[in-house]
């Protein structure tokens, strides 16, 4: 999902039912033809338009495969929130997410992404809070750290940073890190669990319902083009109420919440619900962590632009890094902890083959009205973890193998293998390292060590700077067309 995602962040994952039952009637319209931008397994481009009533459904699918809510619940249960400023972080949330999508969907990246907080700055944000009793402080490092980035992008760097360093063996390896990454959460945190009348086995049975419907709708879609493709357009959904439906015949559907909750309620936002304040240390820790964010979020835009097989431009960067900015900017003022791309929606748009741009304008609008309507939030929070789970683990896979897409029109010598061997060996070193040696690191190594992706990255980065090519080969930047010589093939098999 996000995401987009750490290895130790324990989630809650979001979801529905009550609208899952029309699916298939709202989705039979069927999808608008592809235009010739759009790749050869999508049926609707970035830049077609579907149906209102259709765009509606395909964004509630994005809604409920990401775990937006996660990071502010983590957060408030951390430090010991009142039930009130609990949903309030969370209602903030929602409608930061909403707000900061619609920026950079409309305006700046007009990438099929959906923005959503990250996992990185959360133990950063609870340290901050116990350390001065208020988000005060840390909204306002937030803000500061926003400013930053919407200067960087203003200054040109970033773009070229991304040019010069990033060729097409290092974006497609960060890809794949990605969604290698993103999986292990699927399993540790939403499958073998056990969960209030759910056992770790019924969880298991939960997430194969829900990952063997989705696939089966997909395909169906996928052979049968015409009556076929309202399955494929409204896989998830189905896959999640069908889901849903099991669970509540295993007695593991808890609908009580929704009744108890109230219909409107208000998120808690600056000036009105807390203050702004600025601490020199909270805005340098934050600082770190928007570096470490925009890592990310970069390879979340090429795990997309590869799903619809439209390259990243330097100008398209440019502007991605200003909307990044700018809806953290907002958020701080929404109460919206830092905000990320969520590379799950790479995952859904492979599954459903639908890229338009206005789904997410719809599902950036689903965000907004999660942040007022109390029973609708409470009703996507009720859908038991596993259920998510079985979906969040396909589209991690999906993921991973676009990269692996990317990465296959390279010649694999020697030096290519390195470059993409060695990020995907410390990627997995960073899931599995004990929290022990974690805790026990300098703060800046922590979030580091916190961020799989990032770090991956940099190792590739870094790799594909120093380690020199064959004789004859010409390693193209990204966006480059150009392909190494046949000549470098032979010297890589020779050496």
């Given at each position: 999902?996000?995401?987009?995602?750490?290895?130790?962040?324990?989630?809650?994952?979001?979801?529905?039912?009550?609208?899952?039952?029309?699916?298939?009637?709202?989705?039979?319209?069927?999808?608008?033809?592809?235009?010739?931008?759009?790749?050869?397994?999508?049926?609707?481009?970035?830049?077609?338009?579907?149906?209102?009533?259709?765009?509606?459904?395909?964004?509630?699918?994005?809604?409920?495969?990401?775990?937006?809510?996660?990071?502010?619940?983590?957060?408030?249960?951390?430090?010991?929130?009142?039930?009130?400023?609990?949903?309030?972080?969370?209602?903030?949330?929602?409608?930061?997410?909403?707000?900061?999508?619609?920026?950079?969907?409309?305006?700046?990246?007009?990438?099929?992404?959906?923005?959503?907080?990250?996992?990185?700055?959360?133990?950063?944000?609870?340290?901050?809070?116990?350390?001065?009793?208020?988000?005060?402080?840390?909204?306002?490092?937030?803000?500061?750290?926003?400013?930053?980035?919407?200067?960087?992008?203003?200054?040109?760097?970033?773009?070229?940073?991304?040019?010069?360093?990033?060729?097409?063996?290092?974006?497609?390896?960060?890809?794949?890190?990605?969604?290698?990454?993103?999986?292990?959460?699927?399993?540790?945190?939403?499958?073998?669990?056990?969960?209030?009348?759910?056992?770790?086995?019924?969880?298991?049975?939960?997430?194969?319902?829900?990952?063997?419907?989705?696939?089966?709708?997909?395909?169906?879609?996928?052979?049968?083009?015409?009556?076929?493709?309202?399955?494929?357009?409204?896989?998830?959904?189905?896959?999640?109420?069908?889901?849903?439906?099991?669970?509540?015949?295993?007695?593991?559907?808890?609908?009580?919440?929704?009744?108890?909750?109230?219909?409107?309620?208000?998120?808690?936002?600056?000036?009105?619900?807390?203050?702004?304040?600025?601490?020199?240390?909270?805005?340098?820790?934050?600082?770190?962590?928007?570096?470490?964010?925009?890592?990310?979020?970069?390879?979340?835009?090429?795990?997309?632009?590869?799903?619809?097989?439209?390259?990243?431009?330097?100008?398209?960067?440019?502007?991605?890094?200003?909307?990044?900015?700018?809806?953290?900017?907002?958020?701080?003022?929404?109460?919206?902890?830092?905000?990320?791309?969520?590379?799950?929606?790479?995952?859904?748009?492979?599954?459903?083959?639908?890229?338009?741009?206005?789904?997410?304008?719809?599902?950036?609008?689903?965000?907004?009205?999660?942040?007022?309507?109390?029973?609708?939030?409470?009703?996507?929070?009720?859908?038991?973890?596993?259920?998510?789970?079985?979906?969040?683990?396909?589209?991690?896979?999906?993921?991973?193998?676009?990269?692996?897409?990317?990465?296959?029109?390279?010649?694999?010598?020697?030096?290519?293998?390195?470059?993409?061997?060695?990020?995907?060996?410390?990627?997995?070193?960073?899931?599995?390292?004990?929290?022990?040696?974690?805790?026990?690191?300098?703060?800046?190594?922590?979030?580091?060590?916190?961020?799989?992706?990032?770090?991956?990255?940099?190792?590739?980065?870094?790799?594909?700077?120093?380690l020199p090519p064959a004789r004859g080969v010409v390693v193209p930047a990204q966006g480059g067309t150009d392909a190494p010589a046949e000549s470098a093939r032979q010297d890589g098999e020779g050496k």
């Open positions: 999902m996000s995401t987009d995602t750490e290895r130790d962040a324990g989630r809650a994952t979001t979801g529905a039912q009550g609208a899952s039952q029309g699916a298939v009637a709202v989705a039979a319209g069927g999808a608008q033809e592809t235009t010739a931008e759009a790749s050869s397994y999508l049926s609707v481009g970035p830049d077609d338009k579907v149906p209102l009533g259709q765009a509606i459904l395909l964004g509630l699918q994005h809604v409920l495969a990401m775990d937006v809510y996660v990071p502010p619940f983590i957060i408030a249960t951390a430090i010991a929130l009142s039930p009130t400023a609990s949903t309030g972080l969370i209602q903030s949330t929602f409608l930061g997410a909403g707000i900061a999508s619609l920026i950079q969907v409309l305006f700046f990246l007009r990438l099929p992404v959906c923005q959503g907080p990250s996992f990185v700055p959360v133990g950063a944000i609870v340290g901050l809070y116990l350390g001065t009793g208020s988000f005060d402080s840390v909204f306002g490092a937030c803000m500061v750290g926003a400013l930053c980035v919407i200067l960087l992008g203003l200054s040109g760097l970033y773009k070229r940073i991304v040019r010069d360093f990033i060729p097409p063996v290092v974006s497609g390896t960060v890809i794949m890190v990605v969604g290698l990454t993103l999986l292990p959460t699927a399993f540790t945190s939403n499958i073998f669990i056990e969960s209030g009348s759910l056992s770790m086995g019924q969880n298991v049975i939960l997430a194969c319902v829900s990952a063997a419907v989705m696939i089966a709708c997909s395909m169906v879609g996928v052979y049968r083009r015409g009556a076929g493709r309202a399955f494929r357009v409204a896989s998830v959904i189905i896959a999640l109420f069908v889901g849903c439906v099991v669970a509540w015949l295993m007695g593991g559907l808890d609908l009580s919440s929704v009744g108890t909750t109230a219909w409107f309620s208000l998120p808690h936002v600056a000036f009105v619900n807390y203050g702004i304040s600025f601490d020199a240390s909270a805005i340098l820790t934050m600082l770190v962590i928007y570096l470490v964010l925009l890592a990310e979020t970069t390879g979340t835009w090429y795990a997309v632009s590869s799903v619809i097989d439209r390259p990243l431009t330097d100008e398209q960067i440019n502007r991605g890094v200003i909307g990044e900015g700018i809806g953290c900017f907002v958020g701080s003022f929404l109460g919206t902890t830092p905000l990320t791309g969520y590379s799950t929606n790479a995952g859904i748009i492979s599954i459903t083959g639908v890229a338009s741009r206005r789904v997410f304008v719809m599902a950036s609008l689903w965000f907004i009205a999660l942040s007022f309507i109390g029973k609708l939030s409470a009703l996507i929070m009720a859908i038991p973890a596993s259920v998510i789970g079985g979906v969040f683990a396909v589209v991690c896979a999906i993921i991973m193998l676009n990269g692996f897409r990317q990465i296959k029109s390279e010649p694999l010598n020697e030096r290519q293998l390195y470059i993409i061997g060695v990020p995907i060996a410390v990627a997995v070193g960073l899931l599995n390292l004990p929290d022990a040696m974690v805790s026990g690191a300098p703060t800046f190594l922590q979030y580091l060590l916190d961020s799989p992706i990032a770090v991956s990255a940099l190792v590739a980065i870094v790799l594909n700077k120093l």
